[in-house]
Every structure is written in C-alpha cells, then in structure tokens.
C-alpha cells in the first residue's frame, strides 16, 4: 500500500525518482507524485491517477531538476484519491515535505491540537498531520530535521514509512519505518530510499533495509546514521548485497507482468527446490526446519495464517501437513485471527504465509501469536520482508519479484515449500515410509515440466476465455487438494475481470449453490482422475441437468468427463496431493484472458495493491 522513493546523490534525481514510481507501482496507483530540490527551491507535482499521468504533468509543469527528489504512488486510506490528498505532503510553512506509507491512527487527536496553535490543513490525510506535527517540533523545540522527525515519530500510533526533506537542509532525506518496509540503496556517493529495492537495483545492489522502529538520516557525501526512534539509541547499519538483478523487475517482451509470472511458474517451482531437494538421493535439506526440527514436529498443532491467495496456499497445505506428517493443522484468516482471542498454547507451531510478507494482518497474527508462546514459522517471497524477520525461522519461496497484483505463482511455489515443510517433517516423525517419501519428491521434481505442458494449452483457454468472457456470474468447483484450487480460480476471476465468481467444495453445490444453476452460468470444474473423480462426475451430472455450462480441468487421455463437459482443459497426470500445482495454471490463464479481452488492467487491477500494509 503506497510506494515511496527518494534520491539524493550527483544524478538528476528526477528520471530515478520517477522510474522508481513506475517500478514501485505495483503497491498503489490512485495518485502520485513527486517534489525536487533545484538548488533554491522545492518543486512539487502531484496528481490522481497513475504514474504515466504524473509524468504526463511534469513535463508541463517542472522545468527544473536537481539531485534531490521524494516521490510516492499511493493507494488511498484516508480522503479520497484526488489532486490534494495526493503526496507529497508541504507542511505549513512550506519548508517541509513528507511522503508517507501506512497509516498514523491517532492522526486526528494530533490534528486538533496542532489547529489549537494556528495549523491549517489542506487535504483529508493523516500524513499532511504528520508533516505539521515535526514541523511544529522543530518550531518549538529548535531541534534540527531529524530530531523533530524523531520526537514527533514517539507521539505517534500507527504504521509508517516516511521520507522527509527540509528546504533549508537541501543535503539530506530523513526517513523512518514502523510496520511498513523501507530500504536504502547504498551508492558511490549517492543513496536511495524506497518502499523496496526495484527503484534503485540498476545503481546499485548494496542496501540497508531498516528493522521497525529505526530511522536514519541519510547525508549527502557523509553517508547514513541509524538509531531506533524510541531510545535514541546508535545502530551500526548492515549492508547487504542483493541478488536481484533487472531483469527480474522487467516485462521481458511479454505483455503484462501477470503472463510473464505466470509462464516463469516451472522455473520458479524449480527454484524453490532448488538447493533443498535432491529427489534421487532422498535428501530435503531446509534450515529452517533442520534447525527446529523437534519444536516443529512435536506441536500438538500448526495453526497456518494468511490472507487472500496465500491463505488458499495454506488451505492446500492442511491437507497435506494432515497427510503427510499427520499435525492437526488450522487454517486462520490473520485478519480474523488477530481480533478473536483465539487459544494458543507453546505447543503450537504458527506458519505464516506470505508473498509480500509485509501484509499488516498477517504480522499481527505472528505477533500474538508469539506473545503467547507459539513458535512463528514464516514462508514469504520477499527476501528482508517484515514477516521473514518477525518469524522464529522460516524458508522463503524464490519465486522472484511477483509484480503483477495478482498472485500466481506465489502460489504455486507457496505450495511447494510447504509440501517439501510436510514431507520432510513425514520422514522424521516416521508418519510416511521411505518409498512414499522418495515417490513424492520424484514426482514433485517431474512437476516443473508438467506446468510447462499445461502452459502450452494456452491458445486453447484463450478460446474458452473468448466464449464466456461476457459472463456475469462463474461458479469454480473442486475437491480434496483442488478444493483451495476452485477457491483460488474464483478469487483470480473477480480481482481482474471483476466478474462474480465464488469458488465451493463440489460437493455443497446440493447445500445451496445449485439454485444458481442455469443456461447462463459457466462451472468450472477441477475432476483431475485421482480426486474423488466419481463423486465430481456425478456433481458434473448435477448441473449438466441444470444446464449448467462445463469447463473441466481433466487428467490427460479422460474420456467421462469429455462426454459430459462443454470445454475441458486437460492437465498430465500427477499425484492428487501435487495436482494443484497443475491445475492452478489453466485457472491462471483463463483470468487473465477474460480481464485483457474485457480491456481490464490486468496488472493493476482496481481498487487493489500488491502489498496489504494496512488493516
Ligand atoms: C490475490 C492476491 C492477494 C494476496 C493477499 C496476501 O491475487 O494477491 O489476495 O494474496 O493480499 O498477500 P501476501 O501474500 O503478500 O501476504
């Protein structure tokens, strides 16, 4: 939820400012807006809409450069997407300027008293508080910029990521983080901030992701000072080498980012077993389950916690924890989680999962968790992200930087490192014998190619996507390990076509559903061979009767449900536990052509962001 950017070195900060917003994008995209330092004065510009029409107004409006700039693309929280709640945010006094990602709860206390000393305020936003707030620090005070940024930061409750500049220090950004990520790309002689480290990847690959509760003054030609906001107290920064490369952040020919993702998915599985499972020799090696393997095996229960697509992933991971390792296994929404006093004991292992590990529910849940005495155990994408150093241990995914809003293969890849959690905690608690063991990773290794496989159906998805695209309503069903399938083929339909599709176990269509049932209504239906295949026949009969229009995902060579079905999408043939991997793909692939023919923005689909930083 909101990207933030900011440069201060020898280039002109503009062009990287403003490609940093584009690549930053992703997180919020209701406004946006950037203010450079040209060696005299701050010049800002802002306005709703998209980066491209910010861009579109500067090249009016900005006839200057510099080599200071902050820049934000937002998704609105508080007041409405419009020019003046746009960021940056001036202060009063017009000297001041802040760009902001999360949210300062106490915001209107705050307000009230600075408008009792002679504040006004323009926009209907808490950052435009926030500004005022180390403004009227300063005044009072007569502390320099990062003192009052710091002072003002302790009077506040909330979450944030900021960046600061102050016209009459036009030699450095103070910026500060508590819940929402902010890292510092480390140059020779020039830095950069951001919301994460694609803005600034192509200068350098040497950054400082700050921990929450830090905040750094970063110095023209005197470099970067870090101490924690509440005790003031010195900390010595670690700089890390990253391993992203540009390629990973870019398009590479295809038309949106969600294909691109979606077609990396054979890679990224392989990736994300690659180094830990050597299939043929029996060996799963991850550390982050070596190092607790007693802690992890012996809970009385592993409570999974997630939020949207990688809440699916953890409802396929039940069934196979409960398969395979056999741990009582609970799959929580965090955002339920957190508010409902829930029963938590040490023997609970909770797992989070998380694409962005920045989703502010999902910490919660992880925090409370802790607090009353569970082992966190975290599975995210994002190397650095909140979740991964909130979490006791944890295994990252690899899946590579998922820009599109979308999750694909997030997902698929969610899954594989939590089969890999359950196979390897199977082996040690003796709960499956050394050939299911060494069959499952055998077969988890033919799966990349298998995607592949399904990938090459492309043309013909697009066909059915072109039949029922005008769709209003679509109903998804799956059983067993697709019933999360059927869930998240739905979820995929409704983020970027914005067509109603609700996702059921096949098997409660009888308990209700059914009455929706009729010539209009497209069912897609997961009846790979291994998975209750009768009874998801007769379910197929079920509405066939009804008229019911049928798109099947079959295991290859299926005759029954060819004859029953109007279109079927055959899948090859994998173990049911591995066939979510498979049958995801075509769910993917049939979304995303709906939303393109439809003219939809695939890859920032409305309303949405990438990375759920708020509650
Ligand atoms: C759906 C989607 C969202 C995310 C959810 C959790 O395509 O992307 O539902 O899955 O916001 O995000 P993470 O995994 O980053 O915690």
């Known amino acids: 939820m909101c990207g933030i950017v900011g440069y201060i070195g020898h280039r002109d900060a503009y062009p990287v ?13 209701d406004s946006a807006g950037i203010v450079l330092y040209d060696d005299k004065d701050l010049k ?9 029409d910010l861009k579109a107004k500067l090249e009016q409006e900005i006839s200057t450069n510099g080599n200071l700039g902050i820049g934000h693309t937002r998704w609105a929280t ?16 017009g000297d001041l300027v802040i760009v902001h990602n999360g949210i300062i709860e106490n915001y209107d206390a705050l307000k009230k008293e600075l408008k009792t000393r002679g504040y006004k305020f323009h926009s ?23 003192k009052a940024v710091q002072i003002a930061l302790n009077q506040t409750v909330g979450a944030y990521a900021i960046a600061v500049v102050d016209k009459k220090k036009p030699n450095e950004i103070v910026v500060a983080r508590l819940g929402s990520p902010l890292a510092i790309g480390v140059g020779e002689d020039e ?31 005197k470099g970067v000072k870090v101490r924690k906001i509440k005790d003031d107290a010195l900390v010595d920064p670690y700089v890390q080498e990253l391993q992203l490369n540009l390629e990973q952040i870019e398009k590479g020919g295809y038309e949106h980012f969600m294909l691109k993702e979606i077609y ?11 180094g830990r499972m050597l299939a043929n020799k029996g060996i799963v090696k991850m550390a982050g389950i070596d190092d607790n393997i007693d802690r992890i095996a012996n809970a009385k229960r592993i409570l999974i916690v997630a939020c949207g697509t990688s809440w699916h992933a953890g409802l396929v991971a039940e069934y196979i924890f409960e398969d395979l390792a056999r741990i009582p296994v609970e799959v929580e929404y965090a955002s339920e989680f957190r508010y409902r006093n829930p029963i938590i004991s040490e023997n609970d292992v909770i797992i989070a999962i998380s694409q962005s590990g920045e989703t502010a529910d999902t910490m919660a849940a992880i925090k409370l968790a802790k607090e009353k005495g569970a082992f966190a155990f975290g599975v995210c994408n994002v190397v650095g992200s909140s979740i991964s150093r909130e979490t006791d241990a944890g295994a990252y995914t690899h899946a590579g930087p998922e820009i599109g809003v979308a999750s694909t293969k997030a997902f698929t890849t969610q899954i594989t490192v939590l089969t890999l959690m359950a196979l390897k905690l199977g082996k040690y608690k ?26 090459q159906n492309n043309e013909h998805i697009k066909a059915i996507a072109d039949i029922y695209k005008n769709a209003r309503n679509c109903l998804y069903l799956g059983r067993g390990f697709n019933f999360p399938v059927a869930l998240e083929g739905a979820l995929k339909l409704k983020e970027i076509s914005y067509i109603h599709a609700e996702g059921y176990p096949a098997a409660e269509m009888k308990h209700g559903p059914i009455a929706l049932i009729d010539e209009q209504m497209p069912v897609i239906v997961i009846a790979t061979r291994k998975g209750h295949y009768e009874k998801v026949v007769s379910n197929i009969q079920e509405i066939k009767s009804r008229k019911g229009q049928i798109i099947a995902v079959v295991t290859e060579g299926d005759e029954e449900v060819r004859d029953l079905a109007d279109h079927v999408i055959e899948v090859p043939e994998s173990m049911e536990s591995l066939s979510p991997l498979l049958t995801t793909i075509p769910l993917q692939l049939l979304s995303y052509h709906i939303a393109v023919m439809l003219g939809k923005n695939v890859d920032q689909p409305r309303n949405l962001a990438k990375s759920v930083t708020v509650e």
């Not at 400012?17 to 995209?29: P, S």
């Not at 209907?124 to 009072?140: A, K, R, S, Y």
């Open 78 to 93: 508080h007041g409405q997407p419009n020019d003046v709640n746009s960021h940056p945010h001036y202060s009063n006094s």
């Open 17 to 29: 400012v403003l490609k940093g917003l584009q690549r930053l994008e992703y997180r919020g995209y």
């Open 430 to 455: 003796g709960t499956i014998s050394n050939t299911t063991f060494m069959y499952h990773l055998q077969e988890l290794n033919t799966i990349p190619d298998k995607v592949e496989m399904v990938l």
């Open 264 to 274: 990396e998915q054979p890679n990224a599985i392989k990736d994300t077993y690659r």
């Open 44 to 52: 800002l510009s802002k306005t709703k809409g998209k980066v491209a």
């Open 124 to 146: 209907d936003t808490d950052t435009e508080v926030l500004v005022n707030l180390i403004e009227d620090v300063q005044v009072q005070e007569g502390v320099k910029l990062g």
């Open 191 to 221: 830095y950069f901030v951001a919301s994460d480290a694609s803005p600034f990847i192509e200068f350098t690959n040497n950054a400082i992701y700050l921990e929450d509760g830090e905040m750094a003054v970063v110095r023209r030609g």
